[in-house]
């Protein structure tokens, strides 16, 4: 069993900058693919980024390439994602999920935090 925890979230400008973090439970936290989703009012969750358990392989959907960074710290049991360049378009409850799977992830998470809510004002 994995539980995950997200912290970062608020309001922010669009054009700025802000970093999620999520901390999860457990001592086989580098077993683990971890990744973020996101879902924007009246739409489906959608997938944003993964990160395999070594941190050597990440996937972004095309929205946000070039724009959010994935990045873990396993000693910290610890995945972080870092959002520049923000839009209008990127508001959401943003949701850390795992995945002892890197394939998996994007299609089918085992495990899901409560969200944290983004907002980026125009």
């Known amino acids: 069993q994995v539980q995950l925890v997200e912290s970062g979230g608020g309001l922010v400008q669009a054009g700025g900058s802000l970093r999620l973090s999520c901390a999860a439970s457990?001592?086989?936290?580098?077993?683990?693919?971890m990744g973020w989703f996101r879902q924007a009012p009246g739409k489906e969750r959608e997938f944003v980024a993964a990160?395999?358990?070594?941190?050597?392989?990440?996937d972004y959907a095309n929205s946000v390439k070039g724009r959010f960074t994935i990045s873990r710290d396993n000693a910290k049991n610890t995945v972080y994602l870092q959002m520049n360049s923000l839009k209008p378009e990127d508001t959401a409850v943003y949701y850390c999920?795992?995945?002892?799977?890197?394939?998996?992830?994007?299609?089918?998470?085992?495990?899901w935090g409560q969200g944290t809510q983004v907002t980026v004002s125009s």
């Open positions: 457990g001592r086989t936290f580098s077993s683990y693919a």
């Open positions: 999920a795992a995945h002892n799977s890197f394939i998996r992830l994007r299609f089918a998470p085992a495990y």
């Open positions: 990160i395999s358990g070594s941190g050597l392989t990440t």
